[in-house]
């Protein structure tokens, strides 16, 4: 058909392909899941998607009625996921970055790993970012959401030896561009230890993140 | 001749038209210095350029011998500044902003404003950043000068009820784009009070910071 | 839970947090409302939003209402803003920029400044903007707010020793660049004194004039 | 050989092909000016060329020791050009600009149009651009150079029925980006009648002012 | 109120005033044409408006019911317009480009010069272009539109000795990126004689036009 | 009328004018359509438009129910395309890539070639993309069509001594920056062999197979 | 050591792996041609460079006295290349798009392909471009330089049936923007069969044009 | 004086502040070298400098005669750096990128780490990096090196579990835009598990890598 699923990808890369649903029918998001909860080889058959638009959450929910959707994420997943282990760290530098946030942490569940979330921690109230410092030494690794100046992953970085995986948002207007700027300021981050993944993109951050996580705790 | 020197500049706008070498030979600048010596109504003749290469400080030095060149801020003063009156503090992100940092400087002698420096305080080590708290309370502005990233802006600007003029400067490579990332940054930072100028434009930073100084002081 | 505001910001910057609705749901800005009214400290409560949509105005004045919604500036203030000191002039280059220097009046208010409009002045016809020069000298700072070729800052600086807080609009369409152009004309403006905020960033310009004024009238 | 010189477009545009030198050898320059000499059809064999430096400009003098070269403007004139006809005004905003207007003259005067400079008149002094005012009456069309925030054109179409052809030019530094901010501020200008060329293109401007000169002429 | 109507600038450019109605309720639009009208010297008030939606023509047809709405090309003019002299060909690439072509034909008419339209003549059939060349001849000016690649104006520059006023359209997708390509195109146009507007800006090139055409009547 | 149809287009070129549906009334296609269909001089009578909106498509099928409409492709087709000579081999990257993908098998089914499509083989499971190296040599010419990253065609050209035609698509978010990113990996391919067209050019790149395929077949 | 050769390119892509000596010095390029001279299956050994710079040329020379440098496409080729089959047709829009056509020409020279040149055959004088439409039906392939404004594909992709290669190029200043006003322009050509390579990457059109040749001559 | 050292950034980071010579005279880089040899509070002082020139490292070395300076990596080392513990691969894709690999080996090894490079596996011979597959599963992390396209991280990601670190390199030329296409593609990677630093930053993605590293060491 249309879908030539990669079932051989968590063998090779230890992380399932996941569906993206944003350019897809309803329909064909279901499609998929069904076909990687098929070729699934583990005992557990488990999916997901990213990128879930309301009208294919409810396709999947009448499909599986079981199945999760965390709405302010956009991701549905379907069967057990893996039990977390380790701990990743999500900080936000506003309220308005929490739907990439979410985005993360549904795909560090979806990856097996622990999150724990401290959101508006700016660094217009500096202080903010300093009171995380205890909890930057107890993560495996940082992920840090932020728009506009996207500044917080610079001063992060100065504060850990963990790696801090930086993610710009399309939050902000004006010469914000979209995430231009947050991007750019994460790319030429005075501090290093910072990557960086494309903008919104909590799910890339996510794996990612979940990666270090995970080696380190083998 | 080829410039119509703008000889009631200061009257109107309270700084007297300054040369801007950059596009000048030695001897047009030399030639414009001395046209706006000779219409200043003032008791103390004084005039100054910007963007002066070698080549220009040398021909401005053989005609004026008592001039002051600053080398590093690439600016030429003939005659006497004004006396100093009120304080800003410049900051430094970075030692590869000391060149603009110097224009900054030398503007503000040129506009009789005091001035105080405290360099390389960037936001990688947040605790120098810190540690100039209790400078920012005693100044009438702060220019904040950095590269990069271009971070420390939004950074001080939460810690200071006085305005902070951001200069993004060109140091840094790739995606920094030769000042861009720094200038967008600035214009999205995520505190206000922040007020952009150009790219390594620390003469422009220096007259908006003289202004609110020497207002402050009426 | 979602937000942590910064309480203390007031101390430290002069000017409390504001909410900035964009990115929330009505019901989030009303909660960052409540905490910035139950944390202030001051005698008189007072907190206020930006960026306010129809929906989010509803939900405000459901909840406080003698709250004051400003609709073309899209700002919403919940109790009383301090007594205004000072003056600001606030000029438009066209009608169409109108909502922004609203914005920009709207936050004068909510930072105790007093506040002049002259609008439609644009550099298309010079006499106007000749003809605002005496208010010029009243002014304890100056906003100009601009689309399209962003040219009135760069005329205003030539004629007043004020500082000019430019703000670059959307307003325009083809090579306008939903603001480029007018932000770029501003930043490279011929005249020194124009410090530049982001483009629609009537907020941003407010508190910095505010300041000034603020400042001066210490 | 490596040239197909359009012999025929004076006959369909009025104006001969001109030489191009940026790209060429100083002897392909010379063997280009040649075939159009030779080709000429009018009683006074003439050719010239734009951006020629100073290998090429030497090579033409030396074949033809008659020929006039305007270093500032890099234009080689080789024959005699035809009889000046009207009369074009040049206005630049800075002295910096004067290369820029140097080839606007020279083009004038190869295409037999009469030419009058006046020099930074930019509208950080507006009395400089209003005391060109009887001037604009007296032109058959307005030819405005200007860099940096490029504003000097929205001014001068407000004061004049006369056409106005605005020429950006790289002068200026950081977000002047080469010419770009000037470009999309005339493209963008608040007054019509504006016609725009490309950044530093004072031979298109010259012909262009040319073509409206000898038309009203006729 | 909240526009400052320029009632000289006829008697200053030749052109009255246009009202741009797109950041504007019709009410405004509205006021705007009344008080141009009122503010018209002549024995024949005339004023317009471009840029007009339904809901702005709905209001201009109930308070003037003469008026007349041209909806292709979004213009909306009140009153007689000059008696027209002379003529301007109007040509178009391709027929998407008709309602900037449109707009440039109302301009045309509102500022009493006569126009003659000729579509769809674009350079993947050069033949087409070939055989509008004896118009050319015929006319005082040339308005080129065209999108995409823009590429119409530098073919045509080289068949006449008319001026060329090249409009760059949003007429296109991808690499196009609403009108840049085309813009980029004419104002690198290899024929001299090119002179570029605004994308879309029909409006601007009809006003250029309508100079040439009328200096030419004289 | 408002169009030009160029019915010499086939001789010249070997493809008739198409119908870009894009910028047009339904009317106006149909227009279009039926004047290409009375001016074709071959024995059967055929016209198609591309970007065919759901209002037009109804059109059209109202006029010649015959008429075969592809919703996915967005084409129209009326009358009977050639009889298909060899075959192209059109790849996708993503399942998101189709309906640009449809458009290309549309295109090279009007120009009477054969199509063999192969979907969803990017570059994150090399394996996919090794699969298909049998049918590469069996192809006349290979589309290859991704977004998001672009990388397909790098390896693909490597693989193959047949032209690689690479469409890139808007499919992706943030960096994708609307199919930019994509068309500067295509243009700047590690593997020589690779041809690019405008980002979703569906039907430029099946022209252009279309001919190769039809060139080889001669 | 540092290069890994693809010596089995050949064999799987018909082309062989050609050095790009930009970022090698002369020694490692003379080892890369060196080392595919070794691998080389055929009877005829021949490998070769592109970006070929003085030194590099010299170093060739030395080692290999009989190899045949082309300064001006900046090629050496090392060996006999194989036996020119079929035709390619090159254009130039003008003679500073020399260097780029001359590396075209050795590109299928080295791959064993014969070239046809006409130079100077731009827009601006459209009769040049009619004037060599016989040239086109006797070509394989059409590859079409141009720089500054790119227009010359889109109407000689009018007049043939062949493809059109088109190779943008880095002449011009200012809004050529470095090649990409040719770029987009080249890839939103009016007229579909325009297929379009980097700007300056004359390699990789001969390469593409080459295959089409040597498909053809089969 | 001008420099303020971070020596405290080891205890925070685990990595000390490293000299970035690219702004400093050679002098001033020595002195801040010096600053933090002084400084370092372990049993081996060590301390190093990257983005250093000839002269620098000259200065370098005849201050600290046992000093290794890398001239690829333009890095210089003074001291002992720690032992190597783990191992990172590092590849490229093509020959020209080897300084920004060596850049990452200097760092590598600086901060104690192995380092293993495999050069020259780019995709146009994709079996060069599937041959490198086995090397992937002995890594702790993975650095791909790739100008151009850039495509290379895409394909090493679908392969491994290992996190890969992608550095875009500026080489490449027309649309690579320094490096700007290769950091698209990267950003916009279609498989997980890609993180990506500025363009040309070896030093930043052998700090991130060794933090994987060494924590998995531990
Ligand atoms: N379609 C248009 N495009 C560009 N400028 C326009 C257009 N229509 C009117 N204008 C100009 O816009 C100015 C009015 O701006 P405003 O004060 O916002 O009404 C007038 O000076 C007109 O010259
Ligand atoms: N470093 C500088 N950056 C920006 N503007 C400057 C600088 N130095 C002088 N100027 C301004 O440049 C103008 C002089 O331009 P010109 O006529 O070219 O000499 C003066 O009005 C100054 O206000
Ligand atoms: N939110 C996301 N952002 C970026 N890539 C994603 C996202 N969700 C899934 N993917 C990737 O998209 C690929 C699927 O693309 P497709 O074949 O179009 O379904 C999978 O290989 C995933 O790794
Ligand atoms: N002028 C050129 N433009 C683009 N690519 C080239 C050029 N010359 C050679 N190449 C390609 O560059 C690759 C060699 O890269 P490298 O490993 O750095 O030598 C080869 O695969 C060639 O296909
Ligand atoms: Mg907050
Ligand atoms: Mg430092
Ligand atoms: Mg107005
Ligand atoms: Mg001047
Ligand atoms: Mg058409
Ligand atoms: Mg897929
Ligand atoms: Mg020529
Ligand atoms: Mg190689």
């Given at each position: 058909g249309f879908a030539r699923l990669d079932l051989d990808r968590e063998r090779r890369t230890g992380t399932p392909e996941v569906v993206?649903?944003?350019?897809?029918t309803p329909a064909e998001t279901v499609a998929c899941l069904a076909g990687l909860l098929d070729g699934a080889t583990g005992p557990e058959p488990f999916a997901w998607a990213t990128r879930v638009d309301d009208a294919t959450a409810a396709a999947v929910l009448e499909r599986w009625p079981d199945a999760v959707v965390d709405a302010q994420a956009r991701c549905a997943l379907v069967g057990r996921p893996p039990e977390p282990v380790g701990e990743v760290l999500v900080l936000t530098?506003?309220?308005?970055?929490g739907p990439v946030a979410a985005e993360v942490a549904a795909t560090l569940r979806a990856c097996g790993v622990g999150c724990r979330r401290v959101d508006?921690?700016?660094?217009?109230?500096i202080h903010r970012v300093l009171s995380v410092a205890p909890d930057l030494a107890a993560a495996d690794a940082v992920v840090v959401v932020a728009g506009m100046?996207?500044?917080?992953p610079s001063v992060v970085a100065g504060l850990t030896d963990r790696l801090v995986v930086a993610v710009p948002t399309s939050v902000g207007y004006g010469a914000a561009f979209e995430g231009l700027a947050a991007l750019l300021t994460m790319l030429t981050a005075?501090?290093?230890g910072v990557l960086v993944v494309n903008i919104d993109n909590g799910f890339g951050a996510g794996v990612a993140a979940a990666r270090i996580a995970r080696s380190r705790q083998r």
């Open positions: 993206f649903a944003a350019g897809k530098a506003g309220t308005s970055d508006d921690v700016g660094v217009a109230g100046d996207g500044a917080l005075c501090a290093p």
